[in-house]
């Protein structure tokens, strides 16, 4: 069996998934790709599990981009089927029932800037760069990045960053949008799982709405409007909507139970 590439600890409701390569960059390998489809398969839909962050082992890489190495011997079927895949795993993600956040530190290229944008949340240290330099291997981005970037940025720098390959640090990211904290190098998991607390005294069922509904805006095949109102009937439905309102008239906190 080969050897785990993800370090994931449990830390009460939450947990965090270390991205464990240094030596390559932290770059996103087939293993990575399967130890990340078997944590999102597993825990989706347990509302025990409250929220995850991702990062990357040491400070200089969150992740440098999928494995150079691995994927020089592809043709145009087994890319095009890998890109596939790679996408389906960052789906999971984005559609994950809980808050995951991406905590940046350092690079975040191609493969590693496509994972922190299928995060909903992304958090950077002041070192992180972030960029799309698959042009300067003849490729395109292969796992969503293309799409969640203008989704994040808009079409105008979003296609300049796509050209160029030109890396945006810590603090342009934040002036577009891209990420929605900038903290010390070192702080960002620390500022991930701070927003985490916050989230994970919110009812879960309708934190995982909201995450459905902001989703359903990107998908066209989806009217996001009437999955609003569907949502909304839901979330009025359901015994922790009955618990929120009567905390608030007993003005005291709420224990949701996911129901
Ligand atoms: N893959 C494999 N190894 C990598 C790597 C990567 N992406 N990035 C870095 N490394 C390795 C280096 O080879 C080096 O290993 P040794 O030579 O020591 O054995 C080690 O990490 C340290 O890197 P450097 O020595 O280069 O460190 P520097 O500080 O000098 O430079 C750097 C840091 C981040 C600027 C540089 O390492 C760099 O430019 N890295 C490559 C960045 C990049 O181009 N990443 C790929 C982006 S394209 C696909 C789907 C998606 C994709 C592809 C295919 N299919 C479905 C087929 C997506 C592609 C991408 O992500």
């Known amino acids: 069996m080969s050897e785990k590439v993800i370090n994931i600890e449990k830390k009460d409701s939450f947990f965090l998934l270390t991205i464990n390569r240094p030596h390559a ?15 999102f398969s ?39 089927a890998l890109s596939k895949r790679g996408q389906d795993v960052f789906f999971m993600i984005e ?7 991406a905590a940046v530190n350092g690079f975040a290229l191609g493969g590693g800037c496509e994972l922190a944008m299928s995060c909903h949340i992304r958090v950077a240290g002041t070192n992180a760069r972030f960029g799309q330099p698959e042009v ?27 050209l160029t390959t030109d890396m945006i640090d810590a603090n342009e990211s934040l002036r577009l949008g891209l990420v929605t ?26 934190v995982h709405q909201c995450i459905q509904l902001v989703n359903a805006y990107f ?32 003005k005291r906190k709420p224990v949701f139970k996911a129901k």
């Open 42 to 80: 597993t825990f989706h839909g347990d509302y025990s599990v409250k929220g995850v962050v991702i990062t990357g082992q040491g400070q200089k890489a969150f992740i440098a981009g999928a494995d150079i190495k691995e994927f020089a011997s592809l043709d145009a079927v087994t890319g095009s």
């Open 181 to 206: 904290h900038v903290v010390d190098s070192g702080q960002e998991v620390e500022k991930a799982f701070d927003i985490l607390n916050k989230i994970a005294a919110k009812g879960p069922l309708a």
């Open 219 to 250: 998908d066209k095949e989806s009217n996001g409007f009437e999955k609003e109102y569907k949502n909304f009937g839901l979330t009025i439905g359901s015994e922790d909507a009955k618990e929120g309102a009567l905390a608030f008239v007993e």
């Open 136 to 162: 300067n291997l003849g490729l395109v981005p292969g796992y969503g990045g293309s799409q969640r970037l203008i989704q994040l940025i808009g079409k105008g720098k979003a296609i300049e960053m796509l």
């Open 95 to 101: 559609r994950f029932h809980a808050p995951v956040i």
């Open 25 to 39: 960059l932290n770059a996103l390998n087939s293993d990575v790709f399967n130890e990340l489809e078997a944590f």
